[in-house]
């Protein structure tokens, strides 16, 4: 015995005459078989779900209610390079951001360039200044404020330390 359609049946032949088409799927069915398939094919496909809120699922029984979506925030390029300082009371310095960037594209290029034509290589483009920094009166190195209170404390003992071996040794 055959399972496929159109051939032998128990012995019998089917015809694709017999066969017709639902309305709703599309799908060919005999004729009584169509009656009883017709009603479900209407309510499963006539039936919209609602989309699934994982969000609220995972919410329930927790004593978070509401979780309000910010919108997403648009990350550009020179900002990754160089954020801003976004604290109230500090004044934004960006126009010294973009100078000093495009001073360090123009550096890379002319080292490339050198490279390229076998020229001797152009020196480093000094280091720019954070206004912001605080310099360590020791070392001179700077710092932003946080760092900088931790490491004028640590630098001062070092020197300290440093003055009284050199009173030893002498």
């Not at 034509?117 to 720019?128: K, N, T």
Request: aromatic share 8%; charged share 25%; proline share 10%.
């Amino acid at each position: 015995m055959s399972q496929i359609p159109g051939k032998e049946l128990n012995g019998t032949t089917a015809r694709s005459q017999d066969l017709v088409p639902c309305i709703t799927c599309g799908r060919c069915f005999a004729q009584d078989v169509l009656l009883r398939h017709d009603p479900i094919c209407k309510k499963v496909f006539n039936k919209k779900r609602k989309p699934f809120n994982s969000l609220k699922q995972r919410l329930q029984g927790t004593e978070i209610t509401t979780v309000k979506k910010q919108p997403p925030q648009k990350v550009y390029l020179c900002l990754l390079l160089f954020p801003l300082q976004t604290q109230p009371g500090k004044k934004s310095n960006w126009r010294q951001y973009h100078e000093d960037f495009i001073n360090t594209i123009k550096s890379a290029k002319q080292f490339t360039k050198a490279l390229k034509e076998g020229q001797p290589l152009p020196p480093p483009p000094p280091p720019s200044i954070n206004p912001d920094y605080i310099q360590c009166p020791h070392c001179s190195r700077r710092f932003n404020e946080a760092a900088a209170q931790r490491h004028i404390k640590f630098c001062e003992e070092q020197a300290a330390c440093r003055a009284f071996a050199a009173k030893t040794t002498r």
